[in-house]
């Protein structure tokens, strides 16, 4: 079986990525962010190394059973590359951190959380983070907050979006000032 790992956008909107069932929470903890600035969701959830806290993730199934085909199946969702694609398969002794040597503790945390649910193969999205590249400044609560802060109201709403579909238990050190700062209003 191939799971499928998410933190973010995949698990309320899936759009037509195939799984089966429900999205079930037990996945790796993983250190994500809100470190991604794209156009169309202002600040996003990605895995981040550096500057991301450990959070359980929660993972579905594949409706494939072809590793390649499940990797194909959510770089079409996220309209992502292979190299922004993560992967492990046990089976083979294969895995995507020869693309992504800063996930190197990534890599090593989702093979043993696959060890251990005697998981084949597990896929997840390794878009990396740009808050540096795209804004100029590294990344901190402080910064990521001026940041929203001079979005315009309607990218502001669609962060606070983001924020409030993401699952509890992704509790980033951003989103919980977020939600302390603009949500208790």
Known sequence: ????????????????LP??????QGGPALPVEFTRVKTARPLTLVLD???????????AWSSRTN???AIQDLQSRENASLEETGYIDLQQNLSSVRDHPE???IDRIVRQW???????????????????????????????????EQLPKPDQDSVMEYIQNTPSEITTPFRQHVEARWMMR
Not at 19 to 24: D, L
């Open 103 to 105: 996930q190197i503790n």
């Open 49 to 59: 190394p550096v500057n991301g806290v450990d959070c359980p993730t929660r993972f």
């Open 19 to 24: 799984y089966e069932g429900a999205w079930k």
């Open 67 to 69: 590793l390649a085909d």
């Open 114 to 148: 696959c060890h251990k649910q005697q998981i084949t193969a597990a896929v997840w999205t390794a878009i990396p983070p740009n808050f540096k590249d795209e804004l100029g400044v590294d990344f901190s609560v402080e910064a990521a907050m001026q940041y929203f």
């Open 1 to 16: 079986m191939i799971a499928i790992l998410s933190w973010g956008s995949l698990i309320w909107k899936p759009q037509d």
